[in-house]
């Protein structure tokens, strides 16, 4: 009998006799419990790729080295300049400013006078004044007051006047051309150089190079026997002990 309908039938059986049991009360014909094996695993070892075998070019660089020669930078030819004129300078006396007649203002003449004035009239006033700790109204009579003044007086009116000033003559430097501006013609020579270059004393070299495959023994777990679960019948005495 297969290990599902065992669990099925003994499922049954054991609900049948508990209620056998329960509505009759009679005893236990058979026993059975549940059971469960764990799974059995072993480890093996074996042997895996852990790097490709593969294959690289190892590449020697090429060796390089200098050399001079001689290079023409610039050809010969033929330049032109031009030669400026040439200029020197002159003296000579020439008017600066004109003789001119121009006008003066002689100021007027002042005199300063003094006379006197009348600048207050006399007559009578009240004040009051302290006169034995006592404050009495008093009616004073004032004098005329005088004052001197002065004041200007024109003793020649302002006048204007006439006066010549002469020419003013000086010297100024005149620009007079000596040679005039001419073209000649010259020779640039070449222009030489040497310089430095680069050549190659050995070219690159490549080699292909072949790197092998390689392995690492790992252990790796397996399992030999898988785990079960089902029913067992046991034997309970004064229960189960047929």
């Known amino acids: 009998m297969s290990t599902k309908k065992l669990m099925i039938a003994v499922s049954a059986l054991a609900v049948l006799g508990t209620v056998s049991e329960t509505a009759a009360g009679g005893r236990a014909v058979a026993c059975y419990e549940p059971y469960r094996t764990a799974p059995v695993y072993d480890t093996v070892y074996e042997n895996v790729e852990v790097n490709p075998g593969y294959s690289r070019v190892e590449v020697t660089p090429a060796i390089y080295g200098t050399r001079s020669r001689t290079v023409v930078v610039r050809e010969e030819s033929v330049g032109y300049r031009t030669i400026p004129a040439e200029y020197a300078y ?5 008017e600066i400013y004109p003789a001119t007649r121009v006008a003066r203002t002689i100021p007027a003449e002042v005199r300063t006078r ?18 034995d700790g006592r404050k009495v109204l008093c009616k004073v009579k004032r004098k005329a007051r005088y004052q001197r003044v ?6 020649r009116e302002a006048r204007t006047v006439y006066e010549t000033v002469p020419a003013e003559y000086g010297y100024r430097k005149r620009k007079v051309m000596v040679s005039p501006e001419r073209t000649e013609r010259y020779v640039i020579p070449a222009r030489y150089e ?9 070219p690159e070299q ?11 023994r790992v252990a790796r777990k397996v399992l030999v ?9 046991v034997h309970i005495r004064r229960h189960c002990d047929d």
């Open 150 to 155: 002065a004041e200007t007086v024109v003793v």
């Open 114 to 131: 003094y006379r006197t004035v009348k600048v207050a009239d006399g007559g009578y006033d009240w004040e009051w004044r302290w006169i």
């Open 90 to 94: 002159q003296r000579e006396r020439v």
């Open 194 to 202: 040497t310089v430095e270059e680069q050549v190659v004393v050995q």
């Open 206 to 216: 490549r080699r292909l190079v072949e790197v092998p495959p390689s392995y690492q």
């Open 225 to 233: 026997q898988e785990g079960s679960e089902g029913w067992r019948r």
